[in-house]
């Protein structure tokens, strides 16, 4: 993928709704399961989307919260949906983050060029900010394909 398709790839997901992201059940790639909308006036039909970063050599996962907030969220009742929404803290039961800042590429990054020059194929760093976890994916290739309804794991609906 070049640069520019892979840079409007990322652009393309701003705020939208991760619901998932882990290595694929064969362990060589990394699934962001993004669900995309758009302002109905505009007529396009929300989509869930499998962003599928190939070759993945490092999936890091941090959190993205303070740590206050997470000394306010530890209530397990945070963790279920018909209880969490009543709790003061940052509600896990939602199951899904917002794509917020966004997506990025790192352009010049060290670890993508030194795991090409070990490869020898071309490699990438993005970070991936959310409101709830950061991600960092060093990887060859992204390849974004609409998904049917309901693969993801979990499903955005209304009011949540």
């Known amino acids: 993928m ?60 941090t959190t993205a919260l303070s740590p206050d907030t997470w000394r306010e969220s530890l ?29 990025h590429r790192i352009a010049d990054s060290r670890r993508a060029q030194e795991w090409a020059e070990r490869v020898g194929i071309d490699f990438h760093e993005v970070r991936i900010e959310m409101n709830g976890h950061n991600l960092t994916l060093v990887f060859s290739d992204l390849e974004v394909t609409r998904l049917p309804v309901g693969y993801a794991p979990f499903r955005v609906t209304e009011g949540e």
């Open 2 to 61: 070049e640069i520019s398709q892979l840079d409007r790839a990322l652009d393309d997901i701003f705020d939208q709704a991760v619901l998932y992201h882990a290595y694929t059940d064969y362990m060589r790639d990394y699934e962001v399961i993004v669900y995309a909308t758009a302002d109905p006036s505009t007529g396009i039909q929300p989509a869930d989307l499998r962003y599928l970063f190939e070759c993945c050599v490092v999936a890091e996962a």
């Open 75 to 103: 209530d397990e009742g945070l963790t279920d949906p018909e209880i969490g929404p009543d709790l003061d803290g940052y509600v896990w039961a939602v199951r899904w983050q917002s794509l917020y800042p966004g997506a």
